[in-house]
């Protein structure tokens, strides 16, 4: 694997599966803390619309899969904030009606779009400079937003109804958590894929939650699991000529699988 980081394409893999991790890790403990996994599905294949107009138009996919991803968002938000209800029924209307708005676009597009399969299970040896660039500048802005207002990010994520009494602007902040699962969803489908992009936001915050005691330490287990994840796939995909989302989906899952046995036999022996 060393003698392989000569290659500039190994160098962008590595960047932006580390950049990728420490986004996965925060947003993934968000989603799970607010039981927004379905919801967070949801968005992950609605996005296929984006993926079909950036096809269609000839436009740069990150950049026109997120602005979708955002404007699908905001009208998830609007319709679910005070009727969380329908959240089960909005979220299926997206889901099928983005992709299939995408394949649509897709099948009316003159010519062969042989890297289509790339958006399904990821292309991260394909990721360029102006990805990373994109990727650091949505962490920087993620980062910005949970340094700035983690607390009450905090409260809503936990207590809505407390954060109200504290005079925080519950419906801003369930639409800015919202916003940056959309985004990272959007730019974590360029490393694993739109099919494996919710395992990869959740199994690492799976296994963080049984060692952290509080958000902050989940965010950061789970980063750092989802680090060591991708670094190890990525291996595994270059050792074996294998492809790289579904390896470090593997070796995420596998981990998660030994986690819960080796838990098992703790909790016999010792409770």
């Not at 949801?42 to 079909?52: D, F, P, Q, R, V």
């Amino acid at each position: 694997m060393l003698e392989a980081l000569e290659y500039t394409f190994i160098q962008n893999a590595l960047i932006s599966g580390i950049i990728i991790s420490i986004i996965s890790g925060i947003i993934g403990s968000l989603i799970v803390v607010n039981r927004m996994v379905f919801l967070s599905g949801g968005i992950a294949h609605s996005a296929y619309g984006g993926i079909g107009l950036s096809i269609y138009f000839s436009l740069p996919m990150l950049l026109t899969t997120s602005l979708f991803s955002i404007v699908v968002t905001l009208f998830i938000s609007m319709l679910t904030y005070k009727n969380r209800e329908k959240l089960d029924s909005v979220i299926g209307l997206t889901w099928a009606l983005g992709m299939s708005f995408g394949i649509l676009l897709v099948d009316i597009t003159p010519g062969y779009h042989a890297d289509l399969i790339s958006y399904l299970f990821g292309s991260i040896l394909a990721v360029s400079s102006s990805d990373i660039i994109f990727m650091s500048s949505i962490l920087f802005v993620i980062l910005f937003i949970l340094i700035c207002f983690y607390r009450d990010i905090l409260a809503v994520s936990y207590d809505t109804s407390y954060a109200k009494l504290r005079g925080i602007r519950t419906r801003v902040f369930y639409t800015i958590i919202l916003l940056m699962a959309s985004i990272s969803i959007v730019i974590a489908i360029k490393i694993v894929g739109l099919i494996l992009v919710i395992a990869l936001l959740s199994i690492p915050t799976y296994i963080a939650s049984k060692f952290a005691n509080s958000l902050l330490e989940m965010m950061i287990y789970s980063a750092s699991f989802s680090s060591v994840f991708t670094v190890f796939g990525l291996f595994i995909s270059y050792s074996y000529d294998l492809s790289s989302g579904p390896s470090i989906i593997l070796i995420s899952s596998l981990c998660m699988f030994l986690q819960i046995i080796i838990e098992k036999i703790y909790t016999k022996m010792f409770k």
